[in-house]
C-alpha cells in the first residue's frame, strides 16, 4: 500500500523559506507515470494545489504561487521536496503530500496525512 | 473566492439522498475539463470519492454517484448515515488559470 509522509519544521519565520519533505513508502517514484505534488490547507478554509513534480524532474507550479515554489525530486531517497519563499502568516496551512494522475493536480488518490506549518512574526 | 462554487453547506436524515452542487464556467467545467470529488472527514486527510466526473475509485460505495452537465457537477449521496458528516470539495482544471482548482467545499451534516 502506498504511504506518503511529511516532514520539516512546523514553524517558520515570517519572510524565511518554507521546506517541506515528502517521503514515499510501498512504491516507487521513478518510472511512476504519476506525478507527485503538495496541496495546502489553511485552518478551517479549502484546499490549494501548490505545484506538481514528475520523476523526470519536470514541474507544474499554480501560477499564483509559482514566483515563490520550487518542488524537486530525489528518486534515489524516494523523495520530493517543497520550498516556499518569502512566507508571510497567510502561507499558514496544513500541507500535504500527493500522488496526482495528472500534472496540474487533478484526481488526487493517494494523500500524505499532512503537517501544520505556522508562520510566525 | 474559487472559481467552483459549492454551497457552504448542505443536511439530511439518515437514509436520505443529499446532492452537493459545483457550480463552474466556460473555463473549466464547461470547457470539457473533468470534476473530481473529494471526501474530508473531520481532523483527516482528503480522500478521492469520484473521478472523472462519475467513476468511482475501488472501495468506495455505490451510495456516492457523481454526474456532470454543462458548466456544473453534482455529488449524490445516496441512504445517508452518520458517518458520511465530511467536508465534500470538488476539482477541476482551469484553463484560464493554468491550473487545478478545488470548490470552496460543502460542510454536511446528517441530522
Known amino acids: 500500500q502506498l504511504q506518503l509522509q511529511e516532514s520539516g519544521p512546523g514553524l517558520v519565520k515570517s519572510s524565511e523559506t518554507l521546506s517541506l519533505t515528502c517521503t514515499v513508502s510501498g512504491g516507487s517514484i521513478s518510472g511512476s507515470t504519476h506525478y507527485w505534488g503538495w496541496i495546502r490547507q489553511p485552518p478551517g478554509k479549502g484546499l490549494e494545489w501548490i505545484g506538481s513534480?514528475?520523476?523526470?524532474?519536470?514541474?507544474f507550479y499554480n501560477p499564483s504561487l509559482k514566483s515563490r515554489v520550487t518542488i524537486s525530486v530525489d528518486t534515489s531517497r524516494n523523495q520530493f521536496s517543497l520550498k516556499l519563499n518569502s512566507v508571510t502568516a497567510a502561507d499558514t496551512a496544513v500541507y500535504y503530500c500527493?500522488?496526482?494522475?495528472?500534472?496540474?493536480?487533478?484526481?488526487?488518490?493517494?494523500w500524505g496525512q499532512g503537517t501544520l506549518v505556522t508562520v510566525s512574526s | 473566492q474559487s472559481v467552483l462554487t459549492q454551497p457552504p453547506s448542505v443536511s439530511g436524515a439518515p437514509g436520505q439522498r443529499v446532492t452537493i452542487s459545483c457550480s463552474g464556467s466556460?473555463?473549466?467545467?464547461?470547457?470539457?475539463?473533468?470534476v473530481h470529488w473529494y471526501q474530508q472527514l473531520p481532523g483527516t486527510a482528503p480522500k478521492l470519492l469520484i473521478y472523472g466526473n462519475s467513476n468511482r475509485p475501488s472501495g468506495v460505495p455505490d451510495r456516492f454517484s457523481g454526474s456532470k452537465t454543462g458548466t456544473s457537477a453534482s455529488l449524490a449521496i445516496t441512504g445517508l448515515q452518520a458517518g458520511d458528516e465530511a467536508d465534500y470539495y470538488c476539482q477541476s482544471y482551469d484553463i484560464s488559470l493554468s491550473g487545478s482548482m478545488f470548490g470552496g467545499g460543502t460542510k454536511l451534516t446528517v441530522l
Open positions: 500527493a500522488r496526482t494522475k495528472a500534472a496540474a493536480g487533478t484526481i488526487v488518490d493517494y
Open positions: 513534480i514528475r520523476y523526470t524532474g519536470s514541474t
Open positions: 466556460s473555463s473549466n467545467i464547461g470547457a470539457g475539463y473533468d
